[in-house]
């Protein structure tokens, strides 16, 4: 029992920064003990933050404590040093599986305090006061404990790397900056450490700025979301009044169009509570990538934070909000409307006003496309002007029309010199981007011509399969001939079928990932569709190739 006490007494007058009995002991105002220079030290370190806190309950102090030496305890060690008795570390001062090991402590090990990136070894308190002491050691790069202190030394050379290669995007020593990195673009791993630290807060002001733009969006949702339920119960009760009122002939009809506005209403809510969820896992994963940007634009050691950057920096591809910029409606309030016209029209509701009544329901869409067009009248409406780029005219095209016609020619064009030029495919395309619903139509005319939508991140020079309409990701081409049509995308060719026109109209509804092409003539005939996710603002293009074609020409044409 006497020797448990004395092992109390030893741990309650030991200082837990490092881990020895108390040297020149003060308490501060939480009630904790520390050696003077140690408490000292912590502060000194804290002041840089504006903090000063205690390194055990972290209760925080302001202002910053004046420190006396505690005479009772100062006296209580001198009697156990003349004992001979040391005070035990504590057990959580001991490294354990998941923590970095003083590399200088014999048998059980105690935790580290620092790294050296100098010396690449890892020390306790006690084992780092040299570091603290000797002028030479003082300048050494000290760091929070790290595991992989050996992946900061080159496997060719063995010695620490403090460079880093931006040819060849890695960290390297001196010496392979002399040999294999020669006549390289190398700095010093502070250096690329600051500008990839520049990079990092630029992407975190992106993520912010996205996480404001989710959640303000995820608002307009909610708002919408509570529109669409309160016009429909509104819808709801009008029109169980208004056919209370009408004779028995009309009872099936009033189940239906219940049927309709709760069966639209779900739909509707679906789609809206569908968007939410996904912006909701897209704030999460952004806030998420955010705190990990956060952690690693802390790390001190350059070589780890290059060595990470890439990893943690990737950002995903955002969701598409074009889709939450709703357009006004009325919503459920048309059905009320036409079903109070027609209870004073009893003989024409089941012959001509139930097509009405089905419309009106059919048109609640809040967030997705409308259907595509049956007729050329209603492509039409869709339709809008369109005009070529020169900037972007291959030199063997002549602009002409308003720049709406390209017509390939025997002479090169004396167009400037343009970064958007395309320099090996006869191509053109048009100026502005085509965002939403359009339509157009290409009156074409020779041995074969190209109509396309592109992004406009498509290369304008280099191999064919680069810039080439159709023959890469980043374009959809129908290809017309005398005698066929063939539709090309990401270089996969698919022969189609359909009525010779030298008209080939257009339609690109961008937000919900359709692209058609159609025959025209006197009717319309679909050559073909295309359904996917177009992650780019869209523009059309034009080919006029083969040198044979001389002549051939393809207009945008107006059809308003």
């Known amino acids: 029992m006497a020797q448990k006490g004395v092992q109390l007494d030893q741990e309650s007058i030991s200082c837990s920064i490092c881990l020895d009995l108390l040297k020149d002991p003060v308490t501060i105002p939480c009630g904790h003990n520390y050696c003077m220079t140690c408490v000292e030290r912590f502060w000194d370190e804290e002041d840089e933050k504006n903090i000063c806190s205690c390194p055990q309950c972290r209760q925080t102090f302001t202002p910053r404590p004046v420190l006396v030496k505690n005479t009772m305890l100062a006296d209580l060690v001198e009697q156990l040093k003349k004992t001979g008795l040391q005070a035990a570390p504590a057990d959580h001062c001991y490294a354990g599986p998941e923590d970095v090991a003083c590399d200088f402590c014999t048998g059980r090990k105690l935790k580290a305090l620092k790294s050296c990136l100098v010396c690449l070894v890892s020390y306790c308190e006690k084992h780092l006061q040299p570091h603290y002491d000797v002028a030479q050691l003082k300048r050494h790069k000290l760091v ?64 912010q700025q996205r996480i404001q733009d989710r959640e303000k969006a995820m608002k307009v949702l909610q708002q919408q979301l509570e529109t669409i339920n309160g016009s429909a119960d509104k819808a709801v009760k009008d029109s169980e009044k208004i056919f209370t009122e009408l004779i028995s002939l009309l009872e099936k009809r009033r189940s239906d169009v219940k049927q309709q506005i709760r069966s639209q209403q779900e739909t509707e809510g679906s789609r809206v509570k569908e968007l ?11 806030k998420r990538k955010d705190a990990d940007l956060k952690q690693l634009s802390h790390t001190q050691d350059h070589i780890q934070f290059l060595q990470n950057y890439p990893s943690v920096s990737a950002l995903s591809e955002p969701t598409d909000s074009s889709s939450i910029n709703i357009r006004p409606l009325r919503y459920f309030e048309d059905v009320t409307a036409t079903l109070s016209e027609l209870r004073d029209k009893l003989q024409d509701i089941l012959r001509e006003k139930w097509t009405n009544i089905s419309l009106a329901l059919t048109e609640v869409d809040v967030l997705l496309s ?134 080939v109209g257009v339609y690109l509804d961008h937000r919900a990932g359709i692209l058609s092409f159609y025959s025209v003539s006197e009717t319309m005939t679909l050559l073909h569709r295309v359904q996917t996710t177009f992650t780019q603002p869209l523009y059309a293009g034009l080919w006029i190739g083969y040198w044979f074609n001389v002549g051939g020409s393809a207009e945008i044409c107006k059809v308003k």
């Open 276 to 286: 939410q969820e996904k912006l909701e896992q897209e704030i999460t994963e952004l």
């Open 144 to 207: 929070e404990p790290c595991k992989k202190l050996q992946d900061n030394i080159c496997s060719r050379h063995d010695e620490v790397m403090k460079m880093f290669c931006r040819t060849d995007q890695q960290c390297i020593c001196s010496l392979c900056s002399v040999e294999e990195h020669k006549g390289h673009d190398t700095v010093s791993g502070a250096s690329e450490r600051t500008e990839r630290q520049r990079e990092l807060e630029g992407s975190r002001h992106k993520i």
């Open 370 to 503: 409308q259907p595509e067009p049956k007729t050329r009248a209603g492509f039409l409406q869709y339709s809008q002007e369109i005009t070529l780029d020169p900037n972007t005219a291959n030199t063997w095209l002549l602009l002409s029309e308003g720049n709406r016609k390209a017509t390939l020619m025997s002479q090169q064009q004396s167009y400037s010199s343009h970064r958007d030029r395309f320099t090996l495919s006869e191509q053109v395309l048009n100026r502005e981007s085509l965002t939403g619903r359009c339509y157009w139509e290409v009156e074409w005319s020779g041995t074969g011509v190209g109509v396309a939508v592109t992004y406009k991140n498509i290369s304008r020079a280099g191999w064919l399969n680069e810039c080439g309409f159709g023959v890469n990701n980043k374009s959809w081409a129908l290809y017309c001939e005398q005698n066929s049509y063939d539709f090309w995308h990401n270089n996969i060719r698919t022969p189609l079928s359909g009525p010779q026109s030298s008209r």
